[in-house]
């Protein structure tokens, strides 16, 4: 009896183990390829020019998240016209998992002494009719005042706060399947909130619109990259 309870045992670990197995992600998959995110982005798009910017609040770089951002990229873009001054903050990581993850804005500028005055999901229209969603937020930390507009993309998806962000890791790591992912982050100083988020809404579609149309689903996924496409841009 004792034998047999044994096999069963047995039977049961080897089970479990080859089901583990068979959940592990094993393949990548990545939007960006062998690309870079410095290269696909341009430095001068129609009524901005851009140059590289090391001032900024960014990512933490150290420790473990070292082992998350294969790239960071940081530029502020002056309006031509107005004279506006955007930062703009790629962070691309090729492994996503519940361990590496995309850290959020709103994490990182409260570690920097930011207080987030709001936070709100929202969206920006792009050409051709596509609604990119966005979170919008207004940090304040003495009398600087950083109104931001980003998203993030996992995968294909673009979640707009942490829980979608982890149910997407685990539904596409039940898939098999490791995904890269970016953070793209644009922001003013400005103590109007309204009027440098309508400024941030022309530069996004612009921005996009720059890029090379089979770049742009690593920045926005592989759906609206294709509308934007279709409609000529």
């Keep these: 009896m004792s034998t047999r309870r044994n096999l069963l045992i047995a039977g049961a670990c080897f ?18 390829g062998s690309a870079k ?28 998240a070292a082992e998350l951002y294969d790239e960071v990229v ?7 016209a107005d004279g506006a ?12 998992s519940d361990l590496l993850q995309i850290h959020r804005p709103e994490v990182c500028y409260p570690a920097l002494g930011f207080a987030i ?13 596509a609604a990119l969603p966005v979170v919008r937020l ?8 950083e109104n931001v ?9 673009l979640p707009t706060n942490n829980t979608d962000q982890r149910e997407i890791l685990l539904r596409t790591s039940f898939k098999g399947l490791i995904p890269d992912g970016v953070l793209v982050r644009s922001s003013i100083v400005h103590d109007d909130a309204d009027e440098a988020f309508a400024v941030l809404d022309r530069f996004i579609p612009t921005m996009l619109s720059a890029v090379a149309a ?12 294709k509308v934007m496409r279709l409609a000529g841009v």
Excluded: C, F, H
Aim: charged share 20%; glycine share 14%.
């Design 15 to 32: 089970g479990a183990g080859a089901l583990a197995y068979g959940l592990k992600p094993r393949k990548r998959l990545s939007l960006l």
């Design 214 to 225: 089979d770049s742009r689903r690593a920045l926005i996924g592989t759906n609206p990259a």
């Design 74 to 80: 940081q530029r502020t873009y002056k309006g031509d």
């Design 85 to 96: 001054d955007v930062m703009l903050l790629i962070a691309y990581g090729g492994l996503q």
């Design 149 to 157: 507009v980003y998203w993030t993309r996992v995968g294909e998806a």
């Design 138 to 145: 207004v940090a304040v930390a003495g009398d600087r005042q």
């Design 117 to 129: 005055r709001s936070k709100k999901a929202s969206t920006v229209q792009l050409p051709g009719g």
């Design 37 to 64: 995110m410095e290269a696909i982005v341009p430095v001068t798009i129609p009524g901005w020019s851009a140059e590289i910017s090391e001032g900024m609040v960014k990512p933490k770089t150290e420790g473990l």
